[in-house]
């Protein structure tokens, strides 16, 4: 039995269907049970479940051969904050999987451009997990994508050009970045949950091709066939405010922060390593959006 904490997110959720496909046994865990209709459906078990209730944990891990954590609080405040989610509720989770005698856990953690980045409270929560896991002794395998196109390409710049013509931009948005499809990531994640040639690897992945915020906007003007309203948040502006606001909400001053590191130099993410030792084929922002909004984005663009 293979365990899914976030199973109802981007990247458990493609994961989930890819293991379910292969007729592997899924458990779903999640805090939102009734979100997990279509996986019930497919064939997954589903638990209630919260990182933040270690009781819940040490029951989802029951019976469980192998764990994969694929949740994530970003955007989080009080209770549910990064801090307490992304860290200590991870590191609950891997205490759980150890006393229940897990064999392998695989962890979604995120791709690191620079030293810069370590200051951003989500990526140092991000890496003290990584070092709790390695040192668990555990067997286990870290993945490391770049931002995911779900989230930070169609969620934060996409899908409000598509409903209202508008978009706000944290920075100039001209900085090269790469965005990686979940569904590729997802690709990655059932190798380490089938197979044992991931065990003890981490695992940088991206995107075949790098792109900047504004290369998104005009992609999905090109879909709707309409110019894009675009609104900057200069990045002194940015500086200031993630600041001011880490203590009233600490998630959206981590995606402020975050943006004004990637808008300060370029952050680029070379494919080649990746495919040279796993050849397949990784999915574009273009083909990406020819398969999940293209249908919706023709037909605004024809009204």
Same mark, same amino acid.
């Given at each position: 039995?293979?365990? *899914?904490?976030?199973?109802?997110?981007?990247?458990? %959720?493609?994961?989930?269907?890819?293991?379910?496909?292969?007729?592997?046994?899924? %458990?779903?865990?999640?805090?939102?049970?009734?979100?997990?209709?279509?996986?019930?459906?497919?064939?997954?078990?589903?638990?209630?479940?919260?990182?933040?209730? $270690?009781?819940?944990?040490?029951?989802?891990?029951?019976? +469980?051969?192998?764990?994969?954590?694929?949740?994530?609080?970003?955007?989080?405040?009080?209770?549910?904050?990064?801090?307490?989610?992304?860290?200590?509720?991870?590191?609950?989770?891997?205490?759980?999987?150890?006393?229940?005698?897990?064999?392998?856990?695989?962890?979604?953690?995120?791709?690191?451009?620079?030293?810069?980045?370590?200051?951003?409270?989500?990526?140092?929560?991000?890496?003290?997990?990584?070092?709790?896991?390695?040192?668990?002794?555990?067997?286990? @395998? *870290?993945?490391?994508?770049?931002?995911?196109?779900?989230?930070?390409?169609?969620?934060? !710049?996409?899908?409000?050009?598509?409903?209202?013509?508008?978009?706000?931009?944290?920075?100039?948005?001209? #900085?090269?970045?790469?965005?990686?499809?979940?569904?590729?990531?997802?690709?990655?994640?059932? /190798?380490? /949950? @089938? =197979?044992?040639?991931?065990?003890?690897? !981490?695992?940088? !992945?991206?995107?075949?091709?790098?792109?900047?915020?504004?290369?998104?906007? #005009?992609?999905?003007?090109?879909?709707?066939?309409?110019?894009? $309203?675009?609104?900057?948040?200069?990045?002194?502006?940015? %500086?200031?405010?993630?600041?001011?606001?880490?203590?009233?909400?600490?998630?959206?001053?981590?995606?402020?922060?975050?943006?004004?590191?990637?808008?300060? $130099?370029? %952050?680029?993410?070379?494919?080649?390593?990746? /495919? =040279?030792?796993?050849?397949?084929?990784? @999915?574009?922002? =273009?083909?990406?959006? +020819?398969?999940?909004?293209?249908? #919706?984005?023709?037909?605004?663009?024809?009204?």
């Amino acid at each position: 039995m293979i365990l *899914i904490v976030g199973g109802t997110g981007s990247l458990g %959720r493609a994961t989930a269907n890819r293991l379910l496909a292969k007729g592997e046994p899924v %458990r779903i865990m999640t805090r939102a049970p009734e979100k997990a209709g279509d996986l019930k459906q497919a064939g997954a078990e589903i638990v209630q479940g919260d990182l933040l209730d $270690k009781a819940s944990l040490f029951k989802a891990c029951r019976g +469980v051969n192998k764990v994969m954590a694929s949740a994530h609080s970003i955007f989080g405040r009080g209770w549910e904050a990064s801090k307490y989610v992304d860290l200590q509720g991870h590191i609950d989770l891997i205490e759980a999987a150890k006393s229940a005698g897990v064999e392998h856990f695989v962890y979604a953690s995120a791709y690191v451009f620079g030293p810069d980045y370590e200051s951003v409270p989500f990526f140092q929560c991000k890496q003290k997990v990584e070092h709790h896991l390695q040192a668990s002794e555990l067997s286990y @395998t *870290i993945l490391r994508p770049t931002a995911f196109i779900e989230s930070h390409a169609h969620d934060l !710049i996409g899908k409000s050009i598509l409903s209202s013509g508008k978009v706000a931009l944290f920075g100039k948005g001209e #900085r090269v970045r790469n965005f990686v499809a979940a569904d590729d990531v997802a690709k990655f994640a059932v /190798l380490a /949950l @089938t =197979e044992e040639k991931l065990n003890g690897q !981490i695992v940088d !992945i991206g995107g075949p091709t790098n792109c900047t915020n504004m290369d998104v906007v #005009r992609l999905y003007e090109k879909a709707t066939g309409q110019k894009a $309203k675009v609104t900057r948040v200069p990045a002194g502006a940015l %500086r200031v405010m993630y600041q001011l606001m880490r203590p009233l909400h600490p998630g959206l001053s981590q995606i402020m922060q975050f943006s004004l590191y990637n808008d300060l $130099k370029d %952050r680029p993410f070379d494919p080649q390593p990746l /495919l =040279e030792a796993y050849p397949m084929q990784l @999915t574009s922002l =273009e083909d990406w959006m +020819v398969n999940h909004v293209g249908s #919706r984005s023709a037909s605004m663009a024809v009204a």
